[in-house]
């Protein structure tokens, strides 16, 4: 079985970490804040100090940090995992990133002495899915890496798709964040108007996301608004990095994406309203601000 490591114990991070332990591979990880290592190491992961000495110790090294400068950082930074690389090294970013600034790193490991593989492989399914290894990985890269890091990412996951060259996961991943944005503007929406017509709005939650208006939002965000817990599975400002990336790719390929300009705009009031660390779906305090409705079952 390959020796796995993981770099950035966050919060889909750490539930990953665990699964890949569960599932019977040996793990070491690293996290910049030491603490937060700890529950992995009661996990039975062993805890090193950098992420040049997890590319060392193991086969096939996952990052899980927070945007394209950090993946540079703890890639090729100083005692980064180039710095540890050895033959048969294998780096997974499963980070969401920049897809130009993904295909430059697969160069800069293949120009490394000595040098490494890579595949970017970006997940959904949020925090649920990543505790429950349930995660949808889009996978970026030459097929041999793709089969060698199969068993790992069946440990994390359970839909897997190897979508094109270095560079094509975290493309997709960025089409993917478009749909969760406006899904989650959509059930905002809907719920405020819920309100305002005075119906029960458990009842229209329950019924909606059992027909066409379903989404993964209206399953998992709806119940979390309804209650008033915005605490974050996905925070609002990394949704932003996410969206911010997707409109830079739309503005260098002339795309018009009208519907994402839109909610980007949305979730900028809502960080200047003190949201940023919120959950992505408090996207519907925008939405009630907006009327001056609030759709909440208390
Ligand atoms: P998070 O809880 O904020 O964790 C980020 C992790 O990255 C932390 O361990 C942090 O270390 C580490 N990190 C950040 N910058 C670093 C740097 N320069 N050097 C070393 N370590 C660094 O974020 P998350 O929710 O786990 O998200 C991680 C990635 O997954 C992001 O790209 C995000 O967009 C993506 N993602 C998240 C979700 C979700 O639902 N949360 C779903 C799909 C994809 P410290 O502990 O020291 O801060």
Not at 187 to 203: N, Y
Not at 256 to 267: D, K, M, N, Q, R
Request: with cysteine; hydrophobic share 45%; net charge neutral.
């Amino acid at each position: 079985m390959e020796r796995v490591g993981f770099v950035g114990l966050g919060i889909m991070g750490t539930p990953m970490a665990r699964n890949a332990l569960r599932a019977g591979f040996s793990v070491t990880v690293t996290n910049r804040t030491a603490d937060r290592a700890k529950p992995l190491a009661e996990a039975g992961a062993t805890v090193v100090a950098s992420p040049r000495e997890v590319a060392e110790r193991t086969d096939i090294v996952v990052t899980m940090v927070t945007n394209t400068p950090d993946v540079e950082a703890v890639t090729f930074g100083p005692n980064g995992i180039a710095a540890g690389a050895h033959e048969g090294l294998l780096a997974v970013d499963m980070s969401t990133i920049s897809p130009a600034a993904t295909r430059e790193f697969a160069r800069r490991a293949a120009a490394n002495r000595p040098p490494f593989d890579t595949l970017d492989a970006p997940v959904s399914g949020g925090e649920v899915g990543a505790i429950e290894a349930r995660l949808a990985i889009m996978v970026g890269g030459e097929a041999k890496d793709v089969a060698r890091a199969m068993p790992l990412f069946e440990a994390l996951g359970k839909t897997i798709v190897h979508i094109g060259d270095h560079g094509a996961g975290q493309a997709c991943k960025l089409a993917n964040q478009i749909a969760v944005a406006i899904n989650n503007l959509g059930v905002s929406e809907a719920l405020v108007f819920a309100k305002a017509q005075g119906i029960d709005l458990e009842r229209t939650r329950q019924v909606i996301a059992g027909g066409a208006g379903s989404s993964w939002a209206m399953q998992n965000y709806a119940p979390k608004m309804l209650a008033g817990d915005f605490r974050p599975g996905f925070m609002v400002d990394l949704q932003q990095k996410d969206l911010r990336l997707v409109l830079e790719g739309a503005y260098a390929g002339h795309v018009s994406l009208p519907g994402t300009s839109l909610v980007h705009a949305l979730y900028t009031a809502l960080q200047q309203d003190g949201g940023g660390r919120e959950g992505n779906h408090a996207l519907l305090r925008v939405i009630e601000r907006l009327s001056g409705i609030e759709a909440r079952l208390r």
